[in-house]
Each structure stands twice: as C-alpha cells, then as structure tokens.
C-alpha cells in the first residue's frame, strides 16, 4: 500500500508539473508575442509613421494580411492590427475620408493595408515569385510603395457598415480588379454596375485626395510619383 501511494503521489506531481510547465510556457509565448508586438509598433513610430485612426478616428481599419483571408491564405503580420503611414499620406486619407462622407454620409473607408516591413515583403513575394500572381506583389529586394508607408489599400463601408460592392473581394488577383476599363468590364457582365459606380466614388475622393490607383488593383492607392522618387525621399521600412 505504501509503495502504490508513493506512486500515485509521484504520477499526481508529474501531471502537476507538467501542467505548471505548459502554462509557464503559454505565458512565456504571450509576453514574448506582446513584446513583440509593442517593438514592432515602436519601430514603425521611429521611422517617422503615425497610426492612422490617430489622424481621423471614423476611418475602419482591418489589415487582411493579419487574418488568413488574403491569397496567402495566412496571417503573414501576427499580431500587428494598426494601420501606420507617414503623416503627409496618413492627412491625404484622412481628407479623402472627410469627402466621401461629405458625398455619402455615414459611409467610411476601410483600411485593409497600409506601410508593411520590407522584412514581410520579401516573404509575401517568395510565396509568389515564379508564379502568375508574381507580378501582383513587389519584389523584395527593394520593396514598394508599402514598404515606405506611402500606400494605402482601402475599401469603402456602406452607412451600414456593410462592404459596399466593389465588383470583386480587395486582393483579387485577375482583370476583373483592373481600373479605367470598369464600363467594359461591366458591359461584359463581369462586374456590376453598382461596383463601377462605387470604384468611381472612392477614385473620385482619392484623386481629389492626391492620391490614383494602381491600374491592376482598385483598392490601392499612392501618391502620383515615380518609385525612385519614393526611394529617394522616404526610408525604407528596414526590419
């Protein structure tokens, strides 16, 4: 009897420590996740970027890359769910944001990416690089316009908070999410022509913002200037 007690002890405080164990684990995961997280929110604040909500709080912002649903069909962020860009870009969307709810009251932008770390670029692209969805993401030995905080991807929310229909999901890779051909595109039944009176109300606000899309996706967004001026004039977002 002595030695089965013995036993039975020894196996409880194994179970014991092994529960300990897992959960001093799990904390150490966390802290180390939050910690992380605060760096990385520091690095974008040092390089001169500003949260975006800061700037114009009736923005929405759901970064797609710190969900799965994108065409990686992963979370390639973590933790990081705050839209940053530098402060001249972060006041365009803002304005742009004051003109579309002049326009349409109650209706809002929805931020879905904005400045990216180079270090994430070159992951994204080595997810692509040899494919046909290649050309969609820039390369990351240098970087694009993300990479410099001066890039946004957004879409627009209906007064009641509902996507409002844009002809295709935002990163929908095909022609369909190509811009300046959208009656064409709806005279062909391949987008709707609520969707191409929508892409003309936000390209509307934008350009009167400062800012055009990229002719291949109609959610994003950039300043009109060539990338090796952006190269010369911003810092790379370098971690």
Known sequence: PAGLFATFVAIKYRKMLKRILLLAAC??????????QGMLDAKMRKAGLVDVLGVDSTLRVRLMYSTADNFMGRDVYGDLETAYLLPHFAARLAHAQRLLRERRPGWRML?????????????????VEGTPNQVYVANGARGGRHNYGVA???????????????????????????????????????????AVRNRELLRAVMREA????????????????????????FRLLDF
């Open 27 to 36: 904390a150490v995961l966390l802290c180390t996740g939050v910690r992380a």
């Open 111 to 127: 931020v879905c990416d904005a400045a990216r770390p180079i270090s994430v670029q070159r992951y994204m692209y080595s997810l």
């Open 152 to 194: 946004v991807d957004v879409t627009l929310l209906d007064a009641s908070g509902r996507e409002a229909d844009m002809g295709t999901p935002v990163d929908f890779f095909g022609e369909e999410a190509h811009t300046g051909g959208e009656a064409a595109l709806a005279a062909a039944g391949k987008i709707p022509a609520e």
């Open 210 to 233: 400062g800012l055009v899309p990229y002719r291949r996706e109609w959610w994003h967004y950039e300043e009109p200037m060539p990338m090796g001026e952006v190269r010369e004039r």
